[in-house]
Protein backbone atom coordinates (compact mmCIF):
# COMPACT_ATOMS: atom_id res chain seq x y z
CA UNK A 1 0.00 0.00 0.00
CA UNK A 2 1.76 3.13 -1.37
CA UNK A 3 0.51 6.29 0.87
CA UNK A 4 0.91 9.88 -0.67
CA UNK A 5 -0.08 11.18 2.63
CA UNK A 6 0.19 9.13 6.17
CA UNK A 7 1.06 9.15 9.78
CA UNK A 8 1.88 11.64 11.73
CA UNK A 9 -0.10 13.71 9.35
CA UNK A 10 -3.98 12.88 9.80
CA UNK A 11 -6.88 13.83 6.37
CA UNK A 12 -9.12 11.53 4.75
CA UNK A 13 -6.23 10.10 2.75
CA UNK A 14 -4.64 8.78 5.96
CA UNK A 15 -7.62 7.88 7.81
CA UNK A 16 -8.83 5.84 5.00
CA UNK A 17 -5.51 3.90 4.77
CA UNK A 18 -6.05 3.35 8.26
CA UNK A 19 -9.12 1.73 7.78
CA UNK A 20 -8.48 -0.73 5.07
CA UNK A 21 -5.34 -1.87 7.28
CA UNK A 22 -7.02 -2.40 10.16
CA UNK A 23 -9.68 -4.63 7.67
CA UNK A 24 -6.96 -6.14 6.03
CA UNK A 25 -5.62 -7.42 9.43
CA UNK A 26 -9.10 -8.36 10.26
CA UNK A 27 -8.90 -10.67 7.50
CA UNK A 28 -5.25 -11.84 7.88
CA UNK A 29 -3.59 -10.42 4.90
CA UNK A 30 -0.17 -9.35 4.82
CA UNK A 31 0.50 -5.11 3.98
CA UNK A 32 3.64 -3.69 3.85
CA UNK A 33 2.61 0.30 3.87
CA UNK A 34 5.05 2.54 1.78
CA UNK A 35 4.84 6.78 2.50
CA UNK A 36 6.85 9.47 3.20
CA UNK A 37 9.16 10.17 6.37
CA UNK A 38 9.17 13.13 8.92
CA UNK A 39 12.04 13.98 7.59
CA UNK A 40 14.01 14.40 4.26
CA UNK A 41 17.59 12.94 5.90
CA UNK A 42 15.52 10.27 7.12
CA UNK A 43 16.92 6.95 6.31
CA UNK A 44 14.62 3.53 7.17
CA UNK A 45 16.08 0.33 7.91
CA UNK A 46 13.34 -1.56 6.05
CA UNK A 47 14.66 -0.50 2.74
CA UNK A 48 17.21 -3.21 2.92
CA UNK A 49 15.75 -5.63 5.32
CA UNK A 50 13.33 -5.68 8.31
CA UNK A 51 14.90 -5.56 11.76
CA UNK A 52 13.55 -6.68 14.86
CA UNK A 53 11.36 -3.94 15.67
CA UNK A 54 10.30 -2.40 12.51
CA UNK A 55 7.82 0.69 12.48
CA UNK A 56 4.50 -1.06 12.53
CA UNK A 57 0.59 0.07 12.00
CA UNK A 58 -2.17 -2.33 12.96
CA UNK A 59 0.63 -4.68 13.35
CA UNK A 60 2.06 -4.53 9.69
CA UNK A 61 5.26 -2.80 8.10
CA UNK A 62 5.56 0.77 7.26
CA UNK A 63 8.78 1.81 4.65
CA UNK A 64 9.25 5.41 5.09
CA UNK A 65 11.10 7.15 2.23
CA UNK A 66 12.65 10.57 2.71
CA UNK A 67 10.50 13.85 1.98
CA UNK A 68 10.43 17.62 1.99
CA UNK A 69 7.49 19.77 3.43
CA UNK A 70 5.48 21.87 1.30
CA UNK A 71 6.37 25.34 1.65
CA UNK A 72 2.86 27.09 3.18
CA UNK A 73 2.00 23.76 4.41
CA UNK A 74 5.28 21.65 6.68
CA UNK A 75 2.50 19.05 8.21
CA UNK A 76 2.01 17.77 4.26
CA UNK A 77 5.35 16.23 3.10
CA UNK A 78 5.83 15.76 -0.79
CA UNK A 79 8.11 12.35 -1.07
CA UNK A 80 11.45 12.29 -2.69
CA UNK A 81 13.45 10.00 -4.63
CA UNK A 82 13.69 7.69 -7.62
CA UNK A 83 11.09 5.20 -9.39
CA UNK A 84 14.10 2.25 -9.19
CA UNK A 85 14.30 2.81 -5.17
CA UNK A 86 10.01 1.87 -5.11
CA UNK A 87 11.20 -0.73 -7.80
CA UNK A 88 13.15 -2.18 -5.67
CA UNK A 89 11.30 -2.36 -2.58
CA UNK A 90 8.45 -3.76 -4.69
CA UNK A 91 10.83 -6.30 -6.27
CA UNK A 92 11.42 -7.39 -2.09
CA UNK A 93 8.04 -7.27 -1.20
CA UNK A 94 6.38 -9.29 -4.09
CA UNK A 95 2.72 -8.05 -3.60
CA UNK A 96 -0.12 -9.40 -5.58
CA UNK A 97 -1.55 -6.33 -5.97
CA UNK A 98 -0.10 -2.23 -5.13
CA UNK A 99 -3.04 -0.07 -3.44
CA UNK A 100 -2.20 3.13 -4.55
CA UNK A 101 -3.77 5.74 -2.29
CA UNK A 102 -4.24 8.80 -3.72
CA UNK A 103 -1.34 8.97 -6.15
CA UNK A 104 0.80 11.74 -7.00
CA UNK A 105 4.19 12.25 -6.37
CA UNK A 106 5.29 9.07 -4.22
CA UNK A 107 2.02 7.10 -6.25
CA UNK A 108 2.83 7.76 -9.28
CA UNK A 109 6.77 6.35 -8.84
CA UNK A 110 4.89 3.74 -7.36
CA UNK A 111 2.38 3.24 -10.41
CA UNK A 112 5.83 3.34 -13.12
CA UNK A 113 7.74 0.54 -10.66
CA UNK A 114 4.69 -1.69 -10.72
CA UNK A 115 4.55 -1.26 -13.92
CA UNK A 116 8.14 -2.01 -14.59
CA UNK A 117 7.42 -5.25 -12.66
CA UNK A 118 4.08 -6.23 -14.08
CA UNK A 119 2.33 -6.17 -11.06
CA UNK A 120 -1.27 -4.90 -11.18
CA UNK A 121 -2.32 -1.43 -9.32
CA UNK A 122 -5.57 0.13 -8.03
CA UNK A 123 -5.39 3.58 -8.01
CA UNK A 124 -7.91 5.62 -5.70
CA UNK A 125 -8.43 8.99 -6.77
CA UNK A 126 -9.01 10.45 -3.42
CA UNK A 127 -7.86 14.19 -3.57
CA UNK A 128 -8.47 16.97 -6.84
CA UNK A 129 -5.23 18.93 -6.52
CA UNK A 130 -5.46 20.56 -10.14
CA UNK A 131 -8.51 22.10 -8.12
CA UNK A 132 -5.88 23.86 -5.60
CA UNK A 133 -4.00 25.30 -8.26
CA UNK A 134 -6.46 28.66 -8.17
CA UNK A 135 -6.33 28.64 -4.39
CA UNK A 136 -2.52 28.08 -3.99
CA UNK A 137 -1.87 31.43 -6.11
CA UNK A 138 -1.03 29.15 -9.41
CA UNK A 139 -4.24 29.13 -11.92
CA UNK A 140 -1.61 28.53 -14.87
CA UNK A 141 -0.42 24.61 -13.21
CA UNK A 142 -4.41 23.64 -13.66
CA UNK A 143 -4.01 22.05 -17.26
CA UNK A 144 -0.62 20.62 -16.54
CA UNK A 145 -1.93 19.23 -13.13
CA UNK A 146 -4.66 17.54 -15.15
CA UNK A 147 -2.24 15.86 -17.63
CA UNK A 148 -0.51 14.44 -14.63
CA UNK A 149 -3.41 13.24 -13.40
CA UNK A 150 -5.05 11.30 -16.63
CA UNK A 151 -1.30 10.19 -17.29
CA UNK A 152 -0.81 8.70 -13.80
CA UNK A 153 -4.50 6.66 -13.86
CA UNK A 154 -4.06 5.77 -16.67
CA UNK A 155 -1.35 3.83 -17.01
CA UNK A 156 -3.20 2.11 -13.83
CA UNK A 157 -4.71 -1.00 -13.92
CA UNK A 158 -7.96 0.30 -12.02
CA UNK A 159 -9.25 3.31 -10.80
CA UNK A 160 -11.46 3.83 -8.00
CA UNK A 161 -13.17 6.75 -7.84
CA UNK A 162 -15.48 7.68 -4.28
CA UNK A 163 -18.54 10.03 -6.43
CA UNK A 164 -20.10 10.37 -9.53
CA UNK A 165 -19.27 13.95 -10.11
CA UNK A 166 -15.36 12.46 -9.87
CA UNK A 167 -16.40 9.59 -12.21
CA UNK A 168 -17.75 11.71 -14.81
CA UNK A 169 -15.11 14.59 -14.70
CA UNK A 170 -12.04 11.93 -15.09
CA UNK A 171 -14.01 10.35 -17.81
CA UNK A 172 -14.26 13.42 -19.47
CA UNK A 173 -10.39 14.26 -18.94
CA UNK A 174 -9.88 10.93 -21.02
CA UNK A 175 -9.31 8.53 -18.05
CA UNK A 176 -10.26 4.90 -18.25
CA UNK A 177 -10.77 1.78 -16.34
CA UNK A 178 -12.86 4.00 -13.85
CA UNK A 179 -14.89 1.93 -11.29
CA UNK A 180 -16.82 3.57 -7.80
CA UNK A 181 -15.35 2.76 -4.61
CA UNK A 182 -17.07 5.21 -1.66
CA UNK A 183 -16.06 5.19 2.11
CA UNK A 184 -17.39 3.78 5.38
CA UNK A 185 -18.23 5.74 8.86
CA UNK A 186 -17.63 4.65 12.06
CA UNK A 187 -20.98 4.45 13.71
CA UNK A 188 -19.87 4.03 17.23
CA UNK A 189 -17.65 7.23 17.46
CA UNK A 190 -19.62 9.42 15.46
CA UNK A 191 -23.26 8.53 17.06
CA UNK A 192 -26.03 10.92 18.74
CA UNK A 193 -25.47 9.26 21.76
CA UNK A 194 -22.21 11.61 22.01
CA UNK A 195 -23.92 14.60 22.37
CA UNK A 196 -23.73 16.74 25.08
CA UNK A 197 -25.18 19.11 26.99
CA UNK A 198 -22.30 19.98 29.18
CA UNK A 199 -20.21 20.74 25.81
CA UNK A 200 -22.91 22.27 24.48
CA UNK A 201 -23.30 24.44 27.94
CA UNK A 202 -19.79 25.71 27.65
CA UNK A 203 -19.46 26.72 23.80
CA UNK A 204 -23.24 28.37 24.03
CA UNK A 205 -24.36 29.36 27.11
CA UNK A 206 -26.77 31.80 25.96
CA UNK A 207 -29.01 28.66 24.30
CA UNK A 208 -27.65 29.81 21.21
CA UNK A 209 -27.74 27.31 17.83
CA UNK A 210 -24.35 25.67 17.33
CA UNK A 211 -23.01 25.54 13.81
CA UNK A 212 -19.97 23.41 13.09
CA UNK A 213 -17.06 23.16 10.34
CA UNK A 214 -14.41 20.23 10.74
CA UNK A 215 -11.30 19.80 8.46
CA UNK A 216 -7.88 21.25 7.55
CA UNK A 217 -7.81 25.27 7.54
CA UNK A 218 -6.43 24.95 4.57
CA UNK A 219 -7.26 27.03 1.30
CA UNK A 220 -9.10 24.41 -0.76
CA UNK A 221 -11.29 24.18 2.42
CA UNK A 222 -12.70 27.44 2.05
CA UNK A 223 -13.46 28.00 5.39
CA UNK A 224 -13.44 31.69 5.07
CA UNK A 225 -16.69 31.35 3.56
CA UNK A 226 -18.15 30.67 6.93
CA UNK A 227 -18.02 34.10 7.64
CA UNK A 228 -21.05 34.88 6.20
CA UNK A 229 -22.61 32.96 9.14
CA UNK A 230 -20.30 34.37 11.93
CA UNK A 231 -22.48 36.75 13.36
CA UNK A 232 -26.03 35.39 12.37
CA UNK A 233 -28.01 35.93 15.57
CA UNK A 234 -28.43 32.95 17.98
CA UNK A 235 -26.06 31.10 16.45
CA UNK A 236 -22.31 29.97 17.66
CA UNK A 237 -20.09 28.96 14.75
CA UNK A 238 -17.67 26.54 15.58
CA UNK A 239 -14.71 25.24 14.13
CA UNK A 240 -12.84 21.55 14.22
CA UNK A 241 -9.55 21.37 13.15
CA UNK A 242 -6.16 23.01 12.88
CA UNK A 243 -3.98 24.24 9.38
CA UNK A 244 -1.87 26.89 8.07
CA UNK A 245 -4.73 29.19 7.50
CA UNK A 246 -6.00 29.11 11.70
CA UNK A 247 -4.41 32.77 12.43
CA UNK A 248 -5.95 34.39 9.42
CA UNK A 249 -9.33 32.49 10.16
CA UNK A 250 -9.20 33.43 14.06
CA UNK A 251 -9.30 37.39 12.37
CA UNK A 252 -11.72 36.66 9.64
CA UNK A 253 -14.26 35.06 12.74
CA UNK A 254 -14.03 36.69 15.68
CA UNK A 255 -16.79 35.37 16.98
CA UNK A 256 -16.42 31.94 16.17
CA UNK A 257 -15.27 28.83 19.04
CA UNK A 258 -12.19 27.21 17.91
CA UNK A 259 -12.18 23.95 19.19
CA UNK A 260 -8.59 22.99 17.47
CA UNK A 261 -7.68 19.72 16.58
CA UNK A 262 -9.64 16.80 18.35
CA UNK A 263 -9.94 12.82 17.59
CA UNK A 264 -11.36 9.96 19.24
CA UNK A 265 -14.38 9.74 21.54
CA UNK A 266 -13.78 14.14 22.00
CA UNK A 267 -14.31 13.97 17.65
CA UNK A 268 -17.39 12.16 18.48
CA UNK A 269 -18.92 14.22 21.33
CA UNK A 270 -18.34 17.43 19.25
CA UNK A 271 -19.69 16.33 16.22
CA UNK A 272 -22.79 15.04 17.77
CA UNK A 273 -23.19 17.95 20.10
CA UNK A 274 -23.55 20.33 16.62
CA UNK A 275 -26.82 21.24 15.47
CA UNK A 276 -25.81 21.99 11.97
CA UNK A 277 -22.70 21.03 9.89
CA UNK A 278 -21.75 23.10 7.05
CA UNK A 279 -19.09 22.56 4.61
CA UNK A 280 -18.02 25.31 1.92
CA UNK A 281 -15.32 23.43 0.37
CA UNK A 282 -16.05 23.38 -3.56
CA UNK A 283 -12.58 20.43 -4.08
CA UNK A 284 -14.19 17.51 -2.13
CA UNK A 285 -14.24 14.28 -4.18
CA UNK A 286 -16.19 12.61 -1.53
CA UNK A 287 -16.32 14.63 2.16
CA UNK A 288 -15.97 12.50 4.37
CA UNK A 289 -17.16 14.51 7.03
CA UNK A 290 -20.52 14.63 5.98
CA UNK A 291 -21.23 11.32 6.44
CA UNK A 292 -19.64 11.55 9.73
CA UNK A 293 -21.93 14.71 10.80
CA UNK A 294 -24.90 12.32 9.08
CA UNK A 295 -23.94 9.32 11.75
CA UNK A 296 -24.46 12.14 14.68
CA UNK A 297 -27.70 12.95 13.21
CA UNK A 298 -26.42 16.29 12.23
CA UNK A 299 -28.33 17.38 8.99
CA UNK A 300 -25.58 19.19 6.59
CA UNK A 301 -25.58 22.85 4.72
CA UNK A 302 -22.90 21.75 1.97
CA UNK A 303 -21.67 23.41 -1.50
CA UNK A 304 -23.48 21.84 -4.22
CA UNK A 305 -20.11 20.47 -6.16
CA UNK A 306 -18.08 16.85 -6.03
CA UNK A 307 -18.93 14.34 -3.62
CA UNK A 308 -21.64 16.04 -1.69
CA UNK A 309 -23.78 15.96 -4.50
CA UNK A 310 -24.20 12.09 -3.88
CA UNK A 311 -24.26 12.54 -0.41
CA UNK A 312 -26.75 15.39 0.70
CA UNK A 313 -30.21 15.25 -0.59
CA UNK A 314 -31.67 18.66 -0.73
CA UNK A 315 -34.77 19.23 1.66
CA UNK A 316 -34.53 15.64 3.16
CA UNK A 317 -31.02 15.56 4.86
CA UNK A 318 -29.66 18.82 4.32
CA UNK A 319 -29.41 21.65 1.55
CA UNK A 320 -27.07 22.52 -0.97
CA UNK A 321 -25.75 26.01 -2.64
CA UNK A 322 -24.41 26.38 -6.21
CA UNK A 323 -20.53 27.11 -5.81
CA UNK A 324 -19.89 31.03 -4.58
CA UNK A 325 -23.51 31.43 -3.45
CA UNK A 326 -22.33 32.43 -0.20
CA UNK A 327 -25.87 34.21 0.59
CA UNK A 328 -28.14 30.92 -0.26
CA UNK A 329 -25.80 29.49 2.28
CA UNK A 330 -26.77 32.01 4.82
CA UNK A 331 -30.55 31.49 3.56
CA UNK A 332 -30.50 27.45 4.36
CA UNK A 333 -28.72 28.05 7.75
CA UNK A 334 -31.22 30.93 8.89
CA UNK A 335 -34.04 28.22 7.63
CA UNK A 336 -32.80 25.34 9.76
CA UNK A 337 -32.00 27.20 12.53
CA UNK A 338 -35.06 28.77 12.75
CA UNK A 339 -37.27 25.95 12.04
CA UNK A 340 -36.98 23.59 14.73
CA UNK A 341 -38.98 20.64 13.24
CA UNK A 342 -37.31 21.05 9.84
CA UNK A 343 -34.42 20.57 11.34
CA UNK A 344 -34.76 17.89 13.44
CA UNK A 345 -36.54 15.93 10.96
CA UNK A 346 -33.31 16.59 8.78
CA UNK A 347 -31.10 15.32 11.53
CA UNK A 348 -33.27 11.58 11.45
CA UNK A 349 -33.44 11.46 8.19
CA UNK A 350 -29.33 12.28 7.97
CA UNK A 351 -28.66 9.20 10.43
CA UNK A 352 -30.99 6.30 8.46
CA UNK A 353 -29.47 7.93 5.61
CA UNK A 354 -26.00 6.72 6.66
CA UNK A 355 -26.82 2.75 8.60
CA UNK A 356 -25.25 0.04 6.94
CA UNK A 357 -22.33 1.92 5.26
CA UNK A 358 -19.69 0.65 7.34
CA UNK A 359 -16.33 0.48 6.90
CA UNK A 360 -16.24 -3.25 6.93
CA UNK A 361 -18.91 -3.40 4.37
CA UNK A 362 -17.23 -0.24 1.99
CA UNK A 363 -13.96 -2.67 2.10
CA UNK A 364 -15.39 -5.97 1.44
CA UNK A 365 -15.73 -3.96 -1.82
CA UNK A 366 -12.20 -2.79 -2.25
CA UNK A 367 -11.36 -6.93 -1.57
CA UNK A 368 -13.02 -7.44 -4.97
CA UNK A 369 -11.46 -4.33 -6.85
CA UNK A 370 -8.55 -6.11 -5.72
CA UNK A 371 -9.51 -9.67 -7.33
CA UNK A 372 -10.64 -7.73 -10.59
CA UNK A 373 -7.23 -5.70 -10.52
CA UNK A 374 -5.21 -8.96 -10.80
CA UNK A 375 -7.32 -10.75 -13.04
CA UNK A 376 -7.76 -7.79 -15.44
CA UNK A 377 -3.89 -8.11 -14.79
CA UNK A 378 -3.42 -11.38 -16.13
CA UNK A 379 -4.75 -11.07 -18.79
CA UNK A 380 -2.82 -8.26 -20.24
CA UNK A 381 0.41 -10.27 -19.47
CA UNK A 382 -1.30 -12.75 -21.38
CA UNK A 383 -2.09 -11.22 -24.24
CA UNK A 384 1.02 -9.56 -24.88
CA UNK A 385 2.74 -13.12 -24.61
CA UNK A 386 0.39 -14.27 -27.18
CA UNK A 387 1.50 -11.51 -29.43
CA UNK A 388 5.49 -12.54 -28.16
CA UNK A 389 4.85 -15.91 -29.00
CA UNK A 390 2.70 -14.87 -32.44
CA UNK A 391 6.17 -13.21 -33.59
CA UNK A 392 4.64 -9.33 -32.86
CA UNK A 393 7.58 -8.98 -30.00
CA UNK A 394 7.28 -6.93 -27.50
CA UNK A 395 7.84 -2.99 -27.40
CA UNK A 396 9.73 -2.59 -24.61
CA UNK A 397 8.26 -2.06 -21.22
CA UNK A 398 4.17 -1.61 -21.29
CA UNK A 399 2.92 -0.80 -18.04
CA UNK A 400 -0.80 -2.24 -16.83
CA UNK A 401 -3.35 -1.24 -18.73
CA UNK A 402 -2.10 1.14 -21.49
CA UNK A 403 -3.34 -0.95 -24.35
CA UNK A 404 -7.23 0.25 -23.00
Not at 11 to 23: I, K, P
Not at 80 to 92: C, K, N, S, V, W
Not at 165 to 182: A, D, E, N, P, Y
Not at 245 to 258: I, W
Request: with cysteine; proline share 7%.
Amino acid sequence: MVAESFLPHMNGVTNSVLQVLTHLRRRGDQVTVIAPSDSFLETNPLAEQLPDRPELCSGFPVIRVPSLPLPDYPKVRVAAGFIMRIRHLLEQIQPDVVHVASPFVLGWRAIQAAGALDLPTVSVYQTEVPAYAARYRVPWATDMLWQHVRRMHNASTMNLVPSSFCKSQLHQRGVRRLRTWRRGVDLELFSPARRSEALRWAIAPHGEKILGFMGRLAAEKQVEDLAVLDSLPGTRLVIIGTGPQEKMLRKRLPNAHFAGFQSGDHLGTHVASLDLFIHPGEAETFCQTIQEAFASAVPVVAVGRGGPLDLVDPGRTGWLYQPGDLAGMRTAVEHLVEDDGARLRAAAEAHQEVQGRTWETICNQLIGHYARAIEVNERLQLARATRYTAGEGLPGILLPGTTG
